[in-house]
C-alpha cells in the first residue's frame, strides 16, 4: 500500500507492508517503523539487501531525531556521500512555523481579572480516565492578584498565569520541549451558585477539552467535622433534619423522602437525587454551624438551626 510521496528526491516512495514502512533510502531497500509515547521516542530501520539495521532510542517524545540519526548512520554505514539531514530538518521546520505564524492563536481578552481570590482556584480535580490533576497556590499568592500559579498532571507540572476571566494559560507553546504543556489553557467552570465546580483542559490535541471534577473536601469525609452539620434547621415552620448514617450525611423535610448529601468544598454538598441542588452550611464567626442554605433552580432559601 503506497502511503507516501518522497519529499526528497534521495528518498523513494513510502509503503506499508504487514505494519512496517517500505521505502528505497538514496537506492537502498529500506523498512522501517518509529514509536512515541509520553517522554520516549524510537526509530528501528532494516536494509534488507545490506545486510544492515539500526536502532535509535531517545528520552524525548514527538522528535525527529531517531529518523535523522538512522540516516546519519546508514550514510556512514553504507558509505554514501555524507549529507547534513539536520540542516535541512530544520530549515524546513523554521519554514513551517513561519507559515503557521499569526498574530495571537489564542485570543485574549485585556483587562479583566479573576472572579474568585486564586485560593478558591487550588485544589484536586479529578477525571475518571486521566487521575488527579492539582492546581497548587504560591506562597503568599492567596489575593486575587495575577500571581502564577502550579498545575499537576501526573509526572507533568507547569506554571499558570492569568489569561482572562477565568482562564489560566500555561506560559511557552506546546513545541516548547522544555515544557510539553506550555500554551495549555485551563478554564474553570464555575457553578450557579458561585463556587468552583470543575476545570476543563485540553490535554490531548486529538480531543476536546476534558473536564475534572473539583475533588471534594478531605475534611468533610472526617465523621468528626460531619457531626458539627448534624441537626434541626428550620425554615417557615417546615423542618430541614440532618443526620449521619455510618459516616454520610442525609437530610429529610417532612412528607418527602430522605436525600443523601455528597460532599463537595468549602462546607458544601450537593444533594445526589436532585440534580442542579446543594446545601450549604453557613458557620458565624466562632466557626459554630448556624444556618443551612439549601441551593436550588429556583432560588436560594436559608433556614435557620434550631438546636
Known sequence: IVSALPDDPMLGISALAHGWFVDSYRG??????GGNIDGYSAQVAFFPTDDLGVVCLTNMDGTGLPELSVRRAADLALG????????AALTK????????ETDDETPRVAGTTPSHPLA?????FD?????ALHVDLPAGGEGSGVAAMTLRLGTLSTPLEHWHYDTFRAPGEAEDRRNVLGGLLVRYEIDDAGSVAAVHVKVEPS???????????PRL????????FVGTYEIEGTQFVVTLRADQLVANVVGQPTSTLVAGRDDTFTIAELEGSAVHFRRDPSGSVIAV??????????ARRKD
Open 221 to 228: 469525609s472526617d465523621p468528626r467535622v460531619l457531626g458539627e
Open 120 to 124: 478558591d482556584y487550588a485544589g484536586e
Open 93 to 100: 521546520r523554521d519554514a513551517a512555523r513561519k507559515a503557521a
Open 293 to 302: 442554605e439549601l441551593r436550588q433552580p429556583n432560588g436560594t432559601f436559608v
Open 80 to 87: 554514501l556521500e555524507p549529507r547534513d539531514w539536520s540542516a
Open 127 to 131: 477525571h475518571p480516565g486521566y487521575g
Open 207 to 217: 480531543l476536546g477539552a476534558l473536564r475534572f471534577a473539583a475533588a471534594a473536601d
Open 28 to 33: 537502498h531497500l529500506r523498512v522501517h517503523h
